[in-house]
């Protein structure tokens, strides 16, 4: 395995799946394997700029999504954002925005890739 992509599709509160998947692809990086995180359906809110977790007593998604950026990259499926409503000034700076033909390029270029999805 020479990287990792980390599908995320769940809601970044209400459940650990998209705090594990983060930490999941930290980890990766911090032992110097290419990682990524693709966040589609409702793990798209991950990635959504200034979030307020403080009342609901959880740790902020957006913060890790900082430590993922720049080593790697946190893309977004664009269909899941728009059945969402969400636009690209909603989210992140380091966000990329991809389509499913994008998508399926990277999954293609990506050789000896784990996808995982959490």
Avoid: W
């Avoid at 970044?12 to 110097?32: H, K, R, T, W």
């Avoid at 690209?88 to 399926?104: R, T």
């Amino acid at each position: 395995m020479k990287s990792s992509l980390i599908i995320i599709d769940r809601a970044p509160y209400g459940s650990e799946d998209a705090f594990s998947g983060f930490y999941v692809v930290i980890a990766c990086l911090n032992s110097g394997l290419d990682s990524d995180v693709l966040l589609m359906e409702d793990g798209v809110y991950a990635a959504v700029a200034d979030q307020k977790s403080e009342s609901i007593y959880y740790p902020n998604v957006e913060e890790l999504t900082y430590l993922i950026f720049p080593e790697g990259s946190i893309l977004v499926h664009e269909g899941s954002l728009r059945e969402r409503g969400l636009v690209e000034e909603d989210l992140v700076e380091a966000a990329e925005i991809i389509n499913d033909e994008e998508l399926h390029e990277i999954i293609s270029a990506k050789g000896e890739t784990a996808v995982i999805r959490i």
